[in-house]
């Protein structure tokens, strides 16, 4: 009896890759700098005081802060109050119409506030906007 011939042809199989992994690390970067993105933006602890007002603008390019310490930033850069008014002069460059938010610490004095806001002005900015929060304190 005769054994069938088995072909030496060997069949060429497609190597697969699968995309799962690569899917899910990708969907898990995307959440984490969705949660990170907000933090890292409002890194600087300020407690804004309290009004009723809403800000025009939803995005807010050039802040101004000013924490309890007195400490000067802008755009979560610390900046010396000194040189405020031409920090802030170059990044206004083509950009003259944009507001720039101040957002000073309630516990601060309103003598410096205003002390930031003049150098500002002096600096060219047309519209200066004060920061509130929302919320009022239950």
């Keep these: 009896?005769?054994?069938?011939?088995?072909?030496?042809?060997r069949r060429f199989v497609m190597p697969e890759v699968s995309l799962t992994p690569l899917i899910d690390t990708a969907l898990t970067l995307l959440i984490i700098f969705i949660v990170t993105a907000p933090a890292i933006q409002n890194g600087i602890k300020v407690d804004l005081p309290f009004g009723k007002s809403k800000e025009v603008g939803q995005q807010q390019e050039f802040v101004v802060s000013i924490n309890k310490k007195e400490d000067v930033f802008f755009n979560t850069f610390p900046v010396a109050k000194s040189n405020l008014a031409e920090t802030v002069k170059n990044a206004l460059i083509g950009k003259?119409?944009?507001?720039?938010?101040?957002?000073?610490?309630?516990?601060?004095?309103?003598?410096?506030?205003?002390?930031?806001?003049?150098?500002?002005?002096?600096?060219?900015?047309?519209?200066?906007a004060m920061s509130t929060s929302p919320n009022a304190k239950s």
């Design 1 to 9: 009896m005769r054994r069938p011939r088995r072909s030496r042809r």
């Design 96 to 128: 003259e119409d944009m507001p720039v938010y101040v957002r000073g610490d309630q516990a601060i004095s309103y003598g410096k506030v205003i002390e930031i806001v003049d150098s500002l002005k002096q600096a060219g900015v047309k519209f200066v």
